[in-house]
């Protein structure tokens, strides 16, 4: 099955930049890498886990508004690799992120919510100071 392992993560200040990566094992999956929905959540302590960005294997992404203009998700799929690259950040970004993937071999697409991604990573801190 599919495992995942985020990296990347850590200090920045305010204004700063962090690049996050995803690593996807695929094991015996029947399809490649092409055709998983990835994304990127967070969750900050005491808060829900949220979507931050998502990339369907048709192309499309999503952004979450807190993130669009500053942040960008793209994947590599000769490394089997997402990539969160955080610009202009925030200390309201200071959150664990974790990646996630679901199987959209026919689908293509899935949406932006928790419920729709069945893979996660353990998460990869991102702390934000002033």
């Known amino acids: 099955h599919v495992q995942l392992r985020e990296s990347g993560g850590g200090s920045a200040q305010n204004g700063g930049s962090v690049k996050l990566s995803c690593v996807a094992s695929?094991?015996?999956?029947?399809?490649?890498?092409?055709?998983?929905?990835l994304g990127w959540f967070r969750q900050a302590p005491g808060k829900k886990r949220e979507a931050v960005a998502t990339?369907?294997?048709?192309?499309?992404?999503f952004y979450s508004e807190f993130v669009k203009g500053r942040f960008t998700i793209s994947r590599d799929s000769a490394k089997n690799t997402l990539y969160l690259q955080a610009n202009s950040l925030k200390v309201d970004d200071t959150a664990k992120y974790y990646c996630?993937?679901?199987?959209?071999?026919?689908?293509?697409?899935?949406?932006?919510?928790?419920?729709?991604?069945?893979?996660w990573g353990q998460g990869t801190q991102v702390t934000v100071s002033s």
């Open positions: 990339s369907n294997a048709d192309g499309t992404t």
């Open positions: 996630a993937a679901a199987g959209c071999p026919y689908t293509r697409r899935v949406g932006n919510g928790e419920s729709d991604f069945g893979v």
């Open positions: 695929l094991g015996a999956l029947p399809y490649g890498y092409s055709s998983l929905c």
